[in-house]
Antibody, heavy 121, light 110 residues
């Protein structure tokens, strides 16, 4: 059974950095693309970033491009989202979600429970 | 202007059939597959329909998806109280090079 668990959320000041992690248990982590999706309080879902199965290709939403970085360690079954120069509008629950393909086109078939990131001074 | 447009709300009575629309363009729904996600209050989203009309294991066949041109629809038949949730469509956009969700539709079972 595949399970995803985020960690590293918390309160961070505007302009500072935070790294959120996603530990994945279950088989074949290294053959699937993984995504980060966020949800601001009371709002809808917003896709944030994707990384291919081998880390060779990455895609980002325009709202985070140049500030956030997605990377993975296939030897440890873990995914990261490095968030730099955070803004108030980055406040959200951050979900990691497995795509059911090796690239950016898969459907999100497994989700974590989410990690709350609050940007506040 | 949203890339994928959904009605903000929908409603029905138990046993009814409800349809939720998702309007896009050639570069997203017209070219790539569409997924639907269900989000119950206070929980993570769950994949409901993928590749327009495929159901993951465990999803009842009361849920179905379809596509016509640059639009997609989710239909729920035999509406039940536990179907009360937020529903989101999603697709990759080849022009914008990103994944997009519709704004979400809040389904109320009256």
């Amino acid at each position: 059974q595949v399970q995803l668990m985020e960690s590293g959320g918390g309160v961070v000041r505007p302009g500072r950095s935070l790294r959120v992690s996603c530990a994945v248990s279950g088989p074949n982590f290294s053959i699937y693309g993984i995504h980060w999706v966020r949800q601001a309080p009371g709002k809808g879902l917003e896709w944030v970033a994707n990384i291919w199965y081998d880390g060779s290709q990455k895609y980002y939403a325009d709202s985070v491009k140049g500030r956030f970085s997605i990377y993975r360690d296939n030897s440890k079954n873990i995914l990261f989202l490095q968030m730099n120069n955070v803004r108030a509008e980055d406040t959200a629950v951050y979900y990691c979600a497995r795509g059911n393909s090796s690239n950016h086109l898969g459907s999100f078939d497994y989700w974590g429970q989410g990690a709350l990131v609050t940007v506040s001074s | 202007q949203s890339v994928l447009t959904q009605p903000p709300s929908a409603s029905g009575t138990p046993g009814q059939r409800v349809t939720i629309s998702c309007s896009g363009s050639h570069s997203n729904i017209g070219t790539n597959t569409v997924d639907w996600y269900q989000q119950l209050p206070g929980t993570a989203p769950k994949l409901l329909i993928y590749a327009y009309n495929q159901r993951p294991s465990g999803v009842p066949d009361r849920f179905s998806g379809s596509k016509s041109g640059s639009s997609a629809s989710l239909a729920i038949s035999g509406l039940q109280s536990e179907d009360e949730a937020d529903y989101y469509c999603s697709a990759w956009d080849d022009s914008l090079n990103g994944r997009f969700f519709g704004g979400g539709t809040k389904l109320t079972v009256l």
